[in-house]
C-alpha cells in the first residue's frame, strides 16, 4: 500500500507563510509526478503547483512569485512554501503524486487526506 501524508497547515494572517509538508511512504518503486491542489467551498479543485522527478515546476497564475515547490527525492516528500498569503489562498490542500508501487505494472494517482489553510486577520 501507498499513502501520502501531509502536515503543515494551520491559520495564518494575511502576508504571513506557511510550509506544508507531503511524505509518501509504502511499497515504492518510482514516483514521477508529485503536486499540490487546493479546494476552496463551493469550487472545484484546481492545480497549485507542480513538480516533475527531474526538478521542473509549474503553477497557477494566481500563485506564481509567491509559492515555491521542491521534493527532496530520498525522503520521498514535497514540500509547498507558501508566502505573501492572502484571504483567496484559504482552502483544503491535497497532495497528489504519480507512483508506481513494486507490486504494480503501472502508475497510479495517490493524494493526501488533506489540510485546512485559513488565512485571516
Known amino acids: 500500500q501507498v499513502q501520502l501524508v501531509e502536515s503543515g497547515g494551520g491559520l495564518v494572517q494575511p502576508g504571513g507563510s506557511l510550509r506544508l509538508s507531503c511524505a509518501a511512504s509504502?511499497?515504492?518503486?518510482?514516483?514521477?509526478?508529485m503536486g499540490w491542489y487546493r479546494q476552496a467551498p463551493g469550487k472545484q479543485r484546481e492545480l497549485v503547483a507542480g513538480?516533475?522527478?527531474?526538478?521542473?515546476?509549474n503553477f497557477a497564475d494566481s500563485v506564481k512569485g509567491r509559492f515555491a515547490i521542491s521534493r527532496d527525492n530520498a525522503k520521498n516528500t514535497v514540500y509547498l512554501q507558501m508566502n505573501s498569503l492572502k484571504a483567496e489562498d484559504t482552502a483544503v490542500y491535497y497532495c497528489?503524486?504519480?507512483?508506481?508501487?513494486?507490486?504494480?505494472?503501472?502508475?497510479?494517482?495517490?493524494w493526501g487526506q488533506g489540510t485546512q489553510v485559513t488565512v485571516s486577520a
Open positions: 497528489n503524486a504519480r507512483i508506481r508501487g513494486r507490486a504494480d505494472l503501472r502508475f497510479r494517482d495517490y
Open positions: 513538480i516533475i522527478s527531474g526538478g521542473s515546476t
Open positions: 509504502g511499497n515504492i518503486a518510482i514516483i514521477a509526478d
